[in-house]
C-alpha cells in the first residue's frame, strides 16, 4: 500500500500526523511518504489549509488528523 501524508512546514497537526503515520506504519511494515503542499501550486490550491491529509493508494482516508483505529483497519 501506498501511504502519503500532504503536509506543510510549521503545521503542527501536520508534525502529529506525521508521527502518527510513522509509527503506525512502522509497526506494519508499511512505507509512507510526506509531501509539502507548497512545493507545488497545484497541491497548494488543492489542498489549501486542509493539511494535513492522509492518502492510501491515492484515495483520501483522511485529514486533520489520524484515527488509529480506522487507519490500521486500512492498512490491515
Given at each position: 500500500?501506498?501511504?502519503t501524508v500532504y503536509t506543510r512546514e510549521g503545521?503542527?497537526?501536520?508534525?502529529?500526523?506525521?508521527?502518527?503515520?510513522?509509527?503506525?506504519?512502522?509497526?506494519?511494515?508499511?512505507?509512507?511518504?510526506?509531501?509539502?503542499?507548497?512545493?507545488?501550486?497545484?497541491?497548494?490550491?488543492?489542498?489549501?489549509?486542509?493539511?494535513?491529509?492522509?492518502?492510501?493508494?491515492g484515495r483520501e482516508h483522511g485529514f486533520w488528523?489520524?484515527?488509529?483505529?480506522?487507519?490500521?483497519?486500512?492498512?490491515g
Amino acid at each position: 500500500m501506498n501511504v502519503t501524508v500532504y503536509t506543510r512546514e510549521g503545521c503542527s497537526a501536520c508534525a502529529t500526523a506525521e508521527a502518527d503515520v510513522a509509527r503506525i506504519c512502522g509497526e506494519l511494515g508499511h512505507a509512507w511518504e510526506a509531501v509539502d503542499v507548497d512545493s507545488d501550486p497545484e497541491l497548494r490550491a488543492e489542498y489549501g489549509d486542509r493539511v494535513p491529509v492522509i492518502m492510501i493508494d491515492g484515495r483520501e482516508h483522511g485529514f486533520w488528523k489520524v484515527e488509529e483505529a480506522r487507519f490500521r483497519a486500512a492498512l490491515g
